[in-house]
């Protein structure tokens, strides 16, 4: 069970060019979401999804895709780079435990980008 | 939009204190997330509670609903336990959650 994992762990574009963050579980959770994390800031909501063929706009969607064709693969595309979108990117699966008592969520390693 | 507060920002403390890093939320929630993200940058998930108090070894986290606030505390603080500690609450779409900005914890010799 190798939980949540996400590759590249380190990568370097230059301004404009695209590219794929690839985020991947095999708990069989239905709902992933994207972060980013950046310095002095929490963690911010990218895109999420609940389910195969369904996702959502997160806090900070701009500049952003995702698609989710299979219950375990998430991808997170940059289809134009931009250095404001330098950054750690975390994504995340959870696992409800019930209404009442909420959801446990399980997180990549991350990927560090670096947009110059 | 659930906006959370955490303090200290930073804390440094001798081995063997006993630590207590404090969040606060403005909105009413189902549940909070303690999450220990390590210097490698990985992030764990501690706790996750509705109400009352649990504990793992030794830590401790606490929630007050009516306060919107919750505590975690580390007894016997030892280096290990240098990391940043996460508040997150329940925001943001589904099960998305709306985090603090961490407090910076460093535990020396």
């Known amino acids: 069970n190798a939980g949540v994992t996400q590759t590249p762990k380190f990568q370097v574009l230059k301004t404009g060019q695209s590219m794929t963050l690839q985020c991947a579980q095999d708990?069989?959770?239905?709902?992933m979401s994207w972060y980013r994390q950046d310095p002095g800031m929490g963690l911010r909501l990218i895109h999420y999804?609940?389910?195969?063929?369904?996702?959502d706009q997160g806090e900070v969607p701009n500049g952003y895709n995702v698609s989710r064709s299979t219950t375990e693969d998430f991808p997170l595309r940059l289809l134009s780079a931009a250095p404001s979108q330098t950054s750690v990117y975390f994504c995340?699966?959870?696992?409800?435990?019930?209404?009442?008592?909420?959801?446990?969520?399980?997180f990549g390693p991350g990927t560090r980008l670096t947009v110059t | 939009k659930n906006e959370v507060e955490q303090s200290p920002q930073n804390l440094t403390a001798q081995e063997g204190e006993f630590i207590t890093i404090n969040c606060s939320y403005s909105?009413?929630?189902?549940?909070l997330h303690w999450l220990q993200q390590h210097p490698g940058g990985g992030i764990v998930s501690l706790f996750m509670?509705?109400?009352g108090k649990k504990k793992h070894g030794r830590l401790i986290a606490t929630i007050n609903i009516q306060e919107k606030h919750s505590s975690l505390h580390i007894t016997a603080s030892h280096p290990r336990d240098s990391a940043v500690y996460i508040c997150?609450?329940?925001?943001?779409?589904?099960?998305?959650?709306?985090f603090g900005k961490g407090t910076h914890l460093i535990i020396q010799p």
């Open positions: 995340a699966s959870s696992r409800t435990l019930g209404q009442l008592n909420g959801y446990e969520q399980y």
């Open positions: 509670l509705s109400s």
């Open positions: 909105v009413g929630i189902s549940a």
């Open positions: 997150a609450v329940p925001g943001g779409g589904a099960d998305g959650l709306t």
């Open positions: 708990m069989n959770h239905e709902y």
């Open positions: 999804s609940v389910g195969a063929g369904i996702t």
